[in-house]
């Protein structure tokens, strides 16, 4: 059975990707795994002359077994008939994540929202993990809720009874990435939801200069591109016939245009490159653009 691991501190985030992975593993038919992490590294008391402060481990330990009991019991409550397993770990969360991704499908982490704007403010653990897991990695903003992945019902209320929103892919024609394109298709067809597809191109240098020849150049060119996004989506399309395809390949960077589509999206999907390097988180431009403006979950997909 695949297992969903969600990182879990109490924070509104976490609790909001707990939910969506509930969601998620209850779609999958997967087991839920709930884990947090903490620095066992005793806190130093100054007035005691640099002597650990009593209690503290004990205190936080204790806290932290409360907060994964009273999660899972919640999550259990909700949804009866999944499987959810807690995990209590004394690594430092970015440790303790990822070796309890080492065997699971999917990690789902929370982010902060950014106050008045809509999007997901990435801190230095989830970062850390989105440039280092070799698994997928949602993320999911403090005020998600189940509703927000549906249509509106016909009087234009809320409700989990609609149709899923579409599933959102920005692909890249030159690193498409094949378990990037495989995560978005499943993710469709296990909501039963369309799969919008966006590619951002650019114009050629010397468009815009009042060349007639530029402008013909121009719309052969997105013809061209046009035709590639098509041909890249074909077997994908034959393997996936349910799922509902539509390609837009749009003038510049792709990241402007799928924050828009998260707008009216049940899940965003982008890639990332799987490299190894000594400095640097390797995620790109445009997935950046993604995971800090995005209004719906955000599925970064490692890919070689």
Do not use: C
């Amino acid at each position: 059975m695949s297992t969903i691991t969600v990182g879990l501190d109490g924070s509104p985030q976490s609790l909001a990707a707990a939910d969506w992975a509930a969601r998620e593993a209850e779609q999958r038919e997967a087991v839920l795994r709930l884990v947090h992490g903490w620095d066992q590294t005793p806190y130093v008391y100054p007035p005691l002359g640099g002597i650990p402060a009593p209690g503290a481990m004990d205190t936080q330990g204790t806290w932290a077994k409360n907060l994964l009991r009273q999660t899972a019991a919640g999550l259990a409550d909700r949804y009866p008939a999944l499987r959810i397993e807690t995990e209590h770990s004394g690594d430092h969360p970015v440790a303790a994540l990822l070796a309890a991704t080492e065997d699971a499908d999917l990690l789902v982490l929370g982010s902060r929202g950014l106050g008045t704007v809509a999007g997901l403010l990435v801190g230095s653990v989830a970062l850390a993990l989105v440039a280092r897991v070799d698994r997928p990695v949602v993320l999911v903003r403090a005020d998600e809720r189940d509703v927000d992945e549906h249509l509106p019902d016909a009087a234009g209320a809320e409700s989990t009874g609609t149709p899923y929103r579409d599933v959102v892919l920005g692909l890249d024609l030159e690193h498409p990435g094949e378990s990037v394109i495989r995560f978005a298709f499943e993710a469709a067809q296990r909501r039963a939801a369309g799969l919008r597809v966006v590619h951002g191109w650019s114009l050629p240098a010397s468009h815009g200069y009042g060349a007639a020849m530029d402008v013909g150049l121009s719309e052969e060119q997105a013809g061209l591109i046009r035709q590639r996004l098509t041909d890249a989506l074909r077997p994908w399309q034959e393997k996936f016939p349910g799922v509902d395809v539509r390609e837009q390949a749009v003038i510049g960077s792709a990241g402007r245009h799928l924050v828009q589509a998260s707008r009216d999206a049940a899940l965003v999907v982008v890639g990332r490159t799987n490299r190894r390097a000594a400095v640097g988180s390797h995620i790109g431009p445009v997935t950046h653009a993604v995971l800090q403006h995005a209004v719906a979950p955000v599925a970064v997909v490692p890919h070689d």
